[in-house]
């Protein structure tokens, strides 16, 4: 038995008034994913648990079937796992974003989805300047970095960049235990980045420069089974985002780099679905993340949401789709969302998200299309989100 989870990251939305009251879902030409649900059985789960943050993070863990309340310990570690930096006990790994600032508003937390060649100019210098035997930073993927703090405390309130945009910045610095290091690090960052060559060059094109950083996630290692251990699963996972691909090593999963994915819209979809193909020949498990859903949501883009749902359709889920059964092994096929990203809240919300499954030995439920009000028509409701992964692991051995 093969298994294949395609997350379209953040899909989930709610009705929009400029879409007749239908979500993206609705309106995007969803073929292939149609197809899924028709020959397959859908429902509604949530993969956040009501008294943690909507992040990718939590939600995430909740998809591969591991329950956030025991195994969460931050973005931030996760996040390392991804780049190889090992965390010893005592060290607190921060999710590093390189943000555009005004003198009072956060303007964009991803600088106009800055490259990783700029980013990594941008970080080396605030490393230089800033870094210490117990503060270093290392550079990750576009406005995606990291920090670790030996030593560092977890005890902040710490809000992502992305909830804050177009808000006032200062009202959402980190509060708690050592806010002073990791304030003093966010502010000072701006005196060294600003008039950087790379963000000179950014203005004079027109671009947003990434003239602060912006700490949060913190978090230590995570104590998590591998899918192995959990299901003697080995597999993959297919992403352009630190965060999965940390969930992923912490997972015990192989770590595929698909030329082209830039976890944006502009990212290479048919090569994922093509890798993922790919590494069934040898491994049980892949888990394939589109981040370009999301990414859209958070730019309040309608228009970039539906156009990155129906790629993501075609040319992963289609893709997919097409290459199992004309391999004709059995297998199970797993495609959802992560979690709700509304347009018009432009960030992670909590709530249930459609899924739907299919797979050689599922047979139909009678839901022909893959939407949130389509899913509401199912019977099939899993409050804790960990618990889908062992649902679809037992009914593929029954």
């Not at 943050?53 to 390392?80: F, K, M, Q, T």
């Not at 595929?256 to 069934?280: C, F, M, R």
């Not at 789709?321 to 992670?348: A, C, N």
């Not at 047979?363 to 409050?383: C, P, Q």
Request: hydrophobic share 35%; net charge negative; proline share 5%.
């Amino acid at each position: 038995m093969k298994y294949i989870i395609l997350v379209g990251d953040g899909m989930a939305d709610y009705p929009i008034d400029e879409l007749d009251g239908k979500t993206p879902l609705e309106v995007a030409d969803t073929t292939y994913i149609d197809q899924i649900a028709g020959r397959g059985i859908s429902g509604l789960v949530n993969t956040i648990p009501e008294d943690m943050p909507p992040g990718s993070d939590v939600a995430n863990l909740a998809v591969l079937g591991y329950d956030p309340v025991i195994y969460y310990e931050g973005r931030g570690p996760l996040e390392a796992g991804s780049m190889g930096v090992k965390l010893d006990d005592d060290e607190v790994a921060y999710r590093c974003n390189i943000v555009c600032v005004d003198d009072k508003i956060m303007l964009d937390y991803s600088s106009g989805h800055i490259s990783s060649e700029e980013a990594r100019e941008l970080i080396e210098l605030v490393d230089k300047h800033l870094g210490t035997e117990e503060i270093m930073f290392h550079a990750g993927v576009s406005y995606r970095h990291l920090m670790v703090h030996k030593h560092g405390s977890i005890n902040l309130d710490c809000t992502p960049p992305h909830d804050i945009t177009d808000k006032p910045y200062a009202d959402y610095l980190p509060k708690g235990e050592g806010q002073e290091i990791i304030r003093d690090l966010m502010q000072n960052s701006k005196a060294i980045l600003d008039d950087h060559p790379v963000n000179k060059k950014r203005r004079a094109k027109g671009k947003n420069p990434g003239n602060m950083i912006w700490l949060w996630g913190q978090g230590k290692a995570p104590q998590m089974p591998t899918l192995m251990e959990k299901y003697g699963f080995t597999g993959s996972v297919i992403s352009a985002v630190d965060l999965i691909k940390g969930i992923g090593y912490y997972a015990g999963l192989d770590i595929i780099e698909v030329p082209g994915a830039t976890g944006y819209l502009d990212t290479n979809y048919l090569g994922k679905a093509q890798y993922a193909l790919d590494s069934l020949k040898e491994k049980d498990f892949v888990w394939v993340h589109v981040e370009a859903p999301d990414e859209a949501s958070h730019a309040g883009n309608i228009a970039a949401k539906i156009k990155a749902i129906e790629d993501f359709d075609s040319k992963v889920a289609g893709t997919i789709l097409k290459g199992m059964e004309e391999r004709g092994e059995d297998y199970i096929l797993l495609v959802m969302p992560d979690h709700l990203t509304p347009i018009i809240e432009r960030t992670h919300v909590h709530g249930s998200i459609p899924f739907t499954v299919c797979g050689t030995e599922v047979k139909s439920d009678g839901i022909n299309s893959f939407s949130e009000a389509a899913a509401k028509s199912s019977s099939l409701n899993f409050d804790k989100g960990h618990e889908l992964m062992s649902y679809l692991v037992r009914m593929s051995k029954e």
